[in-house]
């Protein structure tokens, strides 16, 4: 069978994945109730929010790795976006304990689907937004998740607020992925980002791409919905 995705690259996600976890856990044991119920950096969310939604991503990542390892496509939410949106609101307002808990409980589960994940690496997902992927697409999907929502926390006090907390291999790997997702995107001829772009550094490079940095002058990326 010939395979439809590097290794090394698959198993630098994995990695680079495990060091995110490992981060976010190590930072939220100093997690306190009065952190969950701030304001985060996304509208509408608080801490709590999320941390659920990160919760409930990992779980989300299981499922469909499960799913390929039985040769099937699995739906990343069942029931779409509301019963996601329901979860999230759900959990929100739980005691930073069981976010810890809640939050360590989904780590174990992803790492543990990826370990033993042998065919469900050749198969594929049905992400909520209505787009097939390839298995082998995850890691680098749930790393991404992980970095960027730590940074979305605003808990400058944990190290996970903005860019900066973002690892550098978490922001070489994706800017090359996400550079190379936006020049497709582009009307012919461009090859490149915008001049005023080009000229931050890579992490904020990589915060416009992903739509968490405004450069004036410039319209946003809107890569990710």
């Known amino acids: 069978m010939e395979?439809?995705?590097?290794?090394?690259?698959l198993n630098r996600h994995v990695e680079g994945l495990a060091r995110a976890h490992q981060h976010l856990l190590v930072s939220l044991a100093?997690?306190?109730?009065e952190m969950v119920a701030r304001s985060s950096r996304l509208p509408d969310w608080t801490v709590g929010h999320v941390l659920a939604h990160l919760e409930h991503q990992g779980d989300s990542m299981v499922r469909l790795v499960d799913a390929a390892e039985s040769g099937e496509v699995g739906e990343?939410?069942?029931?779409?976006?509301?019963?996601?949106?329901?979860a999230i609101e759900r959990d929100?307002?739980?005691?930073?304990?069981?976010?810890v808990k809640g939050v360590r409980r989904s780590i174990y589960a992803?790492?543990?689907a990826f370990a033993r994940a042998r065919d469900a690496w050749y198969g594929r997902g049905l992400m909520v937004s209505g787009i097939e992927v390839p298995v082998s697409d995850l890691p680098l999907r749930r790393w991404r998740e992980v970095e960027v929502h730590c940074a979305d926390l605003g808990l400058a006090e944990l190290d996970l607020d903005g860019p900066s907390c973002w690892s550098s291999d978490y922001v070489r790997e994706d800017l090359r992925v996400m550079t190379m997702m936006f020049v497709s995107r582009t009307s012919m001829g461009r090859s490149h980002l915008p001049d005023q772009v080009s000229r931050l550094e890579p992490a904020e490079r990589l915060a416009w791409l992903l739509g968490r940095l405004v450069v004036d002058g410039v319209e946003p990326a809107r890569l990710l919905g």
């Open 110 to 112: 992803v790492e543990g």
């Open 76 to 86: 990343q939410y069942p029931g779409g976006m509301a019963a996601r949106v329901e």
């Open 30 to 33: 100093e997690l306190t109730d």
């Open 92 to 99: 929100a307002a739980r005691s930073a304990s069981d976010h």
């Open 3 to 9: 395979t439809p995705f590097d290794p090394i690259v």
